[in-house]
């Protein structure tokens, strides 16, 4: 009989791992990692907010990156610094920001390796809740817009010349992004947040012929990791977040050795 | 007279302080190549925004057909690695087809059988008759090619050019072409457009390429003088004045 405690954290991580691996082909596809490591950071400044003023934390740091996420469309499109320089400076000023914060209020006992490197123990009901219903509708979203995201990262003046409202699909992305991360805070936490968008994907890629089909086993791979991870976790007695991606990047290195047989199967 | 699809009248576009375009007439005809070339820098692909309705112009009007249908043709297709996706998969985007719809189209193109293979290992000219094949599935009313004959050696060019050719006798759609060299694209071609911020002037091909305009713009071989170039044909015409002008070729 699994402790409810761990029933919670698969749940939420299950959810996660669901709605991360579709995204994260995006990220992946688009070259967004740099920008997901930005949001994720940032997200400290997000739980400094939620701590200060006492807001949830899930909302306070999903709001915390959705405006970064602003930010970055907002400067990108003022062309004076190259992108990962604008990043580079929003991601390290994030986390700054937030610990200046936090020493201020004088909140410097909080817990901080909790957010960095994520707490299963610490996940309620309530947290599976928001991850399952919040990850369905994510994955609503980017189901609805998925032909018209997967043509403007084919060619994004295609797209745009032919009615595709390019911008606003990559401010979408955006903010689903930033949703996603204040949701895996808690269960892989800031630091390791961007390989479960990178990792799965990265793995799923040599073992699919097809863009969904990427999509679909990103999203199992994760799952996979996640169960993996816990399991591990549980009887190891290691970090749960690290032991997740870990054993995602596991996952990672069969699927570099499998994948071109697999390849070969299918006649391609 | 066939239909107007695309009128540009009297545009002027600044970009930050750069005068992308300055008073510029442009008009788009169903049945009929345009082509329009230019200097890099001259402001080609600000007007093919304006005319896909992508920017709007500062001063001077745009008017499309009601219900006009673009499609578009990109020089290139930069695919990450990363993404998996054969022919097939691109001729459903953005709008799915059915098997045998995109399996004619692929031949109509000469690239027959293509549809499961990765995007990522086609040569530049099988990429090129996919991306047109895909083109053509949207029914265009106008069809855009940008650059059409980069990395395409001679003896492909020319065959992709009478298939362009024949695809506007066979859709009745307008094309637009942007080139930067009015060789590659002159035997395909009704009217060339020759822009340098504003019309430096336009007609047959035949015409512009004798043009004096042309030449000053382009040099006798396109090439080696485009690095080079200043433009200052306005006073270049009083002492190119021995050459006559050809008629059909209008100056502004």
Not at chain 2, 109 to 134: D, I, K, M
Not at chain 2, 142 to 162: K, T
């Amino acid at each position: 009989m699994l402790p409810d405690f761990l029933l919670r954290g698969w749940l939420a991580g299950m959810a996660l791992a669901a709605v991360a691996g579709p995204l994260g082909c995006f990220v992946v596809w688009r070259r967004m990692a740099y920008f997901g490591d930005t949001l994720a950071h940032g997200a400290l400044l997000g739980v400094t907010l939620g701590l200060v003023t006492g807001i949830d934390l899930m909302p306070a740091v999903a709001v915390t990156s959705a405006l970064i996420a602003l930010l970055v469309v907002v400067m990108q499109r003022q062309r004076t610094l190259a992108t990962d320089t604008l990043l580079g400076i929003l991601a390290h000023s994030g986390i700054a920001i937030g610990l200046v914060l936090l020493g201020l209020v004088g909140a410097v006992r909080v817990d901080l390796l909790g957010y960095l490197f994520g707490d299963v123990l610490a996940v309620r009901w309530q947290d599976v809740a928001v991850a399952v219903i919040g990850g369905a509708l994510v994955l609503a979203v980017l189901r609805h817009y998925w032909p018209e995201l997967l043509f403007a990262t084919l060619h994004d003046e295609m797209a745009r010349a032919e009615g595709t409202p390019t911008t606003r699909l990559r401010l979408v992305l955006m903010l689903l992004v930033a949703l996603v991360i204040a949701a895996a805070m808690k269960i892989v936490g800031i630091l390791l947040i961007t390989s479960m968008l990178i990792i799965p994907p990265a793995a799923a890629r040599q073992l699919s012929a097809t863009p969904e089909a990427m999509a679909v086993i990103a999203a199992g791979l994760g799952g996979l990791a996640v169960t993996l991870g816990l399991t591990l976790s549980w009887h190891a007695d290691t970090p749960a977040g690290a032991s997740i991606v870990v054993m995602a990047l596991a996952i990672f290195v069969v699927a570099q050795v499998i994948g071109p047989l697999v390849a070969r199967r299918l006649g391609c | 007279m066939s239909r107007l699809l695309v009128e540009v009248a009297g545009v002027s576009v600044r970009l930050g302080d750069h005068q992308a375009l300055e008073q510029v007439d442009l008009a788009l005809h169903e049945r009929e190549i345009v082509s329009l070339i230019g200097p890099n820098g001259a402001g080609k692909s600000t007007l093919v925004k304006l005319v896909l309705g992508i920017l709007e112009p500062d001063t001077g009007r745009v008017t499309r057909a009601p219900g006009l249908r673009f499609a578009y043709m990109p020089q290139r297709l930069a695919i990450d690695p990363t993404l998996p996706i054969d022919v097939d998969r691109l001729l459903d985007l953005p709008h799915r087809h059915s098997a045998s719809e995109k399996r004619e189209a692929l031949e109509r193109v000469g690239v027959t059988g293509l549809g499961r293979r990765p995007l990522q290992a086609l040569s530049g000219g099988e990429l090129q008759r996919v991306l047109l094949a895909r083109a053509l599935l949207r029914r265009p009313d106008l069809l855009v090619l940008d650059e059409p004959a980069a990395g395409i050696d001679y003896q492909g060019q020319a065959a992709f050019f009478g298939l362009i050719d024949s695809v506007r006798r066979e859709q009745g759609c307008g094309i637009l072409v942007v080139s930067h060299d009015l060789h590659l694209v002159m035997a395909a071609t009704d009217r060339v457009v020759c822009l340098n911020r504003h019309i430096c002037c336009s007609g047959t091909p035949e015409a512009v390429g004798d043009d004096p305009v042309y030449l000053e713009l382009f040099g006798p071989r396109t090439g080696a003088a485009l690095a080079r170039y200043h433009h200052h044909h306005d006073h270049e015409h009083a002492l190119s004045g021995e050459i006559a002008h050809p008629a059909d070729c209008e100056h502004h």
